[in-house]
DNA sequence: TCATCTACATTGACTAGACAATGTAGATGT
DNA sequence: ACATCTACATTGTCTAGTCAATGTAGATGA
């Protein structure tokens, strides 16, 4: 079998590097087509299974999707704000929307929750965070928010069953005050949280309830709040999609000028 | 070929999935070594190149890495503490080190960078962050930090030409004041800063400057500076790999209590 | 007209190989 | 003892196919 190696880089990567500048420059567009699988394998001169390995890194990279049987597409993205700041900032008293739904209405779209509420067994991660033994019982109050009908975050919010038995937060509805307030009710204000973010790829757990397609990082987003006392109180996983979210803070300048 | 399909799930995804499980529930540990692929391939059944596609799936999520010609292992990960927070807090007026070299010392490794100055045309996300207009000139001051002699993350300050020309920032030296320092004595002090976090996999030139494996989704972290008269003058662009890094930050209650 | 069916193009999964690249361990030579 | 070479196991790249799954457009039928 003749083959005419045309530079260092291996096929597969050649094609990858080839449309991957194409939608960098903007070449390709959103929506656009690629060519067939069988197409780019003539042009390259390679067969198709390396023709798959080639876009297989783009799907990977985020940059494209593939639907059968229609072909190849470039993804398009748009990015939810997410301020992590805005969860300590005071609100109105009587609410009549958690903080999600709040933003969401202001930008004009529809938002829509599904909520879970179990009793697990707390793992050492979260243990940890809430300052009590693994494998204690936790309330989890699991959420996936939704926008336009599109699965967009996770937002799984657990609690120390002491804290919050019998209290509101143990039934799987809608709580337009917020959890926060609810606890604070309960007589756990919190003071201070402490946010924590990893970037890594999902769980095929996140995959299944995000709908994710493959190829989506995610950030890891644990918030974890304590009372004036210092007593842990909630701890709450939002997982958030790369492809659909930038995580926005502000920061403004302390202590005496150093100029 | 007769092939016996034990469940609706595609076999190298059955791959992926167990060799996922047997590390996510500590059978197997940070470092230890996978079967080979041609083993694998004889435990379920199918052709190598199958076992190739499932752990091309724990590759790309970062579980494991392939070192040639000695088999797959599982990665260890360790992450370095990112605070962005710590940015704008006081610092003693004159220090040795910068912020990043400071905190590492501290955590008794060794910090080492990689400075590199250069005029760059503005692209236009970059532009409309410092208030100019696309393809005006700026001052890029590109650094890769290294701990421990391993590349770690990658930190490009940019800064409108007019605010630093004929300053140090011009130089390819190391600034122990840093360069919000160095701003701020040519009359430009920072009083407010955006931060901005994206989450996705990294361009070729990051995977190149961070020599980052496959699989390694990275946060885009921009942070812009303004004056406290709100013009911005800097524009700094953290690419932080998830394999090496967390993200943590504070927050405390503002407002008059609601509960 | 409207619903239903069918052929088709395209991606998805997989087989059965071949040869290349690469670090290491063991053999060899001085 | 030391350096050098070589065989080898393992992953990396690629060929040349087969059959399955899927959504749509066009053909078919009432």
């Known amino acids: 079998m003749e083959t005419v190696r045309s530079s260092a880089m291996p096929a597969y990567q050649r094609i990858a590097a080839a449309y991957r500048g194409m939608i960098m420059s903007g070449e390709l567009r959103p929506d656009d087509r690629l060519p067939t699988e069988h197409e780019i394998a003539d042009r390259f001169g390679v067969v198709r299974q390396t023709v798959r390995t080639g876009l297989g890194i783009l799907v990977t990279e985020g940059l494209i999707v593939a639907r059968r049987p229609h072909g190849y597409f470039v993804r398009r993205r748009e990015h939810m704000v997410y301020r992590p700041q805005e969860k300590s900032r005071p609100r109105p008293a009587t609410p009549e929307m958690d903080r999600f739904s709040q933003q969401i209405v202001a930008e004009g779209r529809t938002p829509h929750q599904a909520i879970e509420v179990s009793l697990v067994q707390a793992a050492p991660d979260l243990a940890q965070r809430l300052g009590i033994a693994a494998g204690e019982t936790v309330v989890a109050r699991r959420r996936v928010r939704f926008i336009n009908g599109e699965p967009t975050n996770i937002n799984d919010s657990h609690f120390p069953i002491d804290l919050v038995k019998d209290s509101e937060i143990m039934s799987p509805a809608y709580l337009p005050r917020g959890t926060d307030q609810v606890l604070a009710d309960l007589g756990y204000r919190q003071d201070r949280a402490i946010d924590e973010i990893f970037i890594r790829m999902p769980t095929p757990e996140e995959i299944h309830r995000l709908s994710l397609g493959p190829g989506t990082p995610v ?37 005496e000028p150093a100029g």
Chains 1, 2 share one sequence.
Do not use: M, S
Not at 224 to 249: E, M
């Open 219 to 255: 950030a890891a987003h644990y918030d974890t709040g304590y009372t004036a006392a210092g007593q842990p109180v909630q701890c709450t996983l939002n997982v958030l999609p790369g492809d659909r979210h930038k995580i926005v803070f502000e920061r403004h300048w302390q202590g």
